[in-house]
């Protein structure tokens, strides 16, 4: 709720929820209603609101966006001997829930342009380092089986999904969409969330919505959501005796969570109208600096600028992280992006490949304040703020 300049804290946050709807009334009949937990009627109309924001396929919510993924995998038939091909640039939840399933990750390079997984990449490795083997089909290297792709759509730009769908059907790999960070967005006018096979969503308090934490499953077929269901439920195969049919998860969504989850649902067109104007001021507030780049928009793509997240091309290594602390100092949160993957050390089992794009990308971008209700004057400041350090950058590099 926006109580004015009174109020307002001192910092620019990178992105806080906005709490203006119903939240506080629903979180009231869940509580004056009792039913608190996961079953609850909140989280079935969560789950319908979503299916008709997107427009159909069947929803199942769960406790966060990690959890999403992980059983995803899981339905999929990713297990011990499974290769999962994913973006070496992604929140590290993407990789862990692989490695929960016991299967092992291929990092791949991303496309400089959308800065989402590289269909050419997915092409190469399929093509040259698996093969069909007594008709399977395995990993020359490792003998083990791809069995799925993961594009994440990164901070709200779309992957390109037609060449993924081409290499997915050839090679019978499941395609299942990390759209963690891409709620609202589309691909050639088809929301994310209902591209692949299944779709991961999350709530987390940072993102686009937020149930506090949540995340939810999306799927085309019924039987596979019913079976998402069952497992995020501990498998219970019986009503009323504690008979269990596989080694479940808790992972359902509580009713409380939903009722914040069903009042922010309520407000995401004009959160995503917010970040379009955001987006179009910051593009605005950059153009006369040349070296840096408005964050990707593909011709076939509708992003939702979950984070505005700038390209500053040619930046030395550590000046954006000067920038990042630069702009602390005056109040101003900023972000590098994410670590790529395989620089970390605790993905010993993945399959790693040169990820240059990657590496150029963590160097040269920064994310910018993107809270929907941003007032002009603070991304102002922001604005301000940034391109003077650029300039001085130029001064001090000659
Ligand atoms: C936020 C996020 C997740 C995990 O979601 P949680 O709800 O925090 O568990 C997964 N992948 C990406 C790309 C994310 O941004």
């Given at each position: 709720m926006n109580k004015g300049r009174k109020n307002r804290p001192l910092t620019i946050p990178l992105s806080i929820p906005v709490l203006g709807g119903q939240e506080l009334h629903y979180l009231q009949q869940a509580i004056v209603s009792n039913w608190v937990s996961s079953e609850g009627p909140f989280v079935t109309d969560f789950e319908r609101a979503l299916e008709r924001y997107l427009g159909g396929g069947h929803a199942v919510a769960t406790v966060n966006g990690t959890a999403a993924l992980h059983v995803a995998l899981r339905v999929a038939g990713v297990g011990p001997g499974s290769l999962v091909l994913l973006p070496g640039l992604t929140f590290a939840a993407t990789a862990n829930a692989v490695i929960y399933c016991g299967a092992r990750p291929v990092f791949l390079d991303v496309d400089p342009d959308t800065w989402t997984i590289d269909p050419k990449e997915v092409g190469r490795f399929l093509t040259e380092e698996c093969k069909r083997d007594n008709k399977q089909f395995v990993h020359r290297a490792s003998g083990d089986r791809p069995r799925a792709i993961v594009p994440v759509h990164l901070l709200g730009h779309p992957s390109d999904m037609t060449p993924l769908f081409h290499w997915a059907r050839s090679y019978q790999l499941s395609i299942i969409e990390d759209s963690c960070e891409s709620l609202g967005a589309t691909y050639k006018g088809v929301p994310t969330g209902r591209l692949g096979d299944m779709a991961c969503l999350s709530f987390n308090g940072?993102?686009?919505v937020t149930c506090g934490g949540g995340g939810m499953v999306i799927c085309r077929?019924?039987?596979?959501?019913?079976?998402i269901r069952h497992l995020t439920t501990q498998a219970k195969a019986h009503p009323t005796e504690y008979i269990h049919d596989a080694v479940g998860f808790n992972y359902r969504l509580t009713n409380l969570q939903a009722a914040v989850g069903l009042a922010q649902m309520e407000q995401?067109?004009?959160?995503?109208?917010?970040?379009?104007?955001?987006?179009?001021?910051?593009?605005?507030g950059f153009r006369d600096l040349k070296e840096l780049l408005p964050a990707p928009r593909a011709g076939w793509a509708k992003p939702s600028y979950w984070l505005y997240t700038l390209r500053w091309r040619g930046a030395r290594p550590g000046a954006v992280r000067r920038l990042v602390t630069f702009l602390a100092r005056q109040g101003i949160q900023a972000r590098c992006l994410w670590r790529p993957l395989p620089d970390l050390p605790i993905y010993p089992e993945a399959i790693a490949h040169p990820i240059p794009v990657c590496e150029r990308l963590y160097q040269e971008c920064v994310s910018l304040p993107s809270t929907p209700n941003?007032?002009?004057?603070?991304?102002?400041r922001v604005i301000e703020a940034?391109?003077?350090f650029v300039i001085r950058e130029?001064?001090?590099?000659r």
């Amino acid at each position: 709720m926006n109580k004015g300049r009174k109020n307002r804290p001192l910092t620019i946050p990178l992105s806080i929820p906005v709490l203006g709807g119903q939240e506080l009334h629903y979180l009231q009949q869940a509580i004056v209603s009792n039913w608190v937990s996961s079953e609850g009627p909140f989280v079935t109309d969560f789950e319908r609101a979503l299916e008709r924001y997107l427009g159909g396929g069947h929803a199942v919510a769960t406790v966060n966006g990690t959890a999403a993924l992980h059983v995803a995998l899981r339905v999929a038939g990713v297990g011990p001997g499974s290769l999962v091909l994913l973006p070496g640039l992604t929140f590290a939840a993407t990789a862990n829930a692989v490695i929960y399933c016991g299967a092992r990750p291929v990092f791949l390079d991303v496309d400089p342009d959308t800065w989402t997984i590289d269909p050419k990449e997915v092409g190469r490795f399929l093509t040259e380092e698996c093969k069909r083997d007594n008709k399977q089909f395995v990993h020359r290297a490792s003998g083990d089986r791809p069995r799925a792709i993961v594009p994440v759509h990164l901070l709200g730009h779309p992957s390109d999904m037609t060449p993924l769908f081409h290499w997915a059907r050839s090679y019978q790999l499941s395609i299942i969409e990390d759209s963690c960070e891409s709620l609202g967005a589309t691909y050639k006018g088809v929301p994310t969330g209902r591209l692949g096979d299944m779709a991961c969503l999350s709530f987390n308090g940072n993102k686009t919505v937020t149930c506090g934490g949540g995340g939810m499953v999306i799927c085309r077929d019924n039987e596979v959501a019913r079976r998402i269901r069952h497992l995020t439920t501990q498998a219970k195969a019986h009503p009323t005796e504690y008979i269990h049919d596989a080694v479940g998860f808790n992972y359902r969504l509580t009713n409380l969570q939903a009722a914040v989850g069903l009042a922010q649902m309520e407000q995401l067109p004009k959160f995503l109208e917010r970040k379009q104007v955001l987006a179009t001021r910051y593009e605005e507030g950059f153009r006369d600096l040349k070296e840096l780049l408005p964050a990707p928009r593909a011709g076939w793509a509708k992003p939702s600028y979950w984070l505005y997240t700038l390209r500053w091309r040619g930046a030395r290594p550590g000046a954006v992280r000067r920038l990042v602390t630069f702009l602390a100092r005056q109040g101003i949160q900023a972000r590098c992006l994410w670590r790529p993957l395989p620089d970390l050390p605790i993905y010993p089992e993945a399959i790693a490949h040169p990820i240059p794009v990657c590496e150029r990308l963590y160097q040269e971008c920064v994310s910018l304040p993107s809270t929907p209700n941003l007032i002009a004057n603070d991304q102002d400041r922001v604005i301000e703020a940034v391109s003077r350090f650029v300039i001085r950058e130029r001064k001090t590099s000659r």
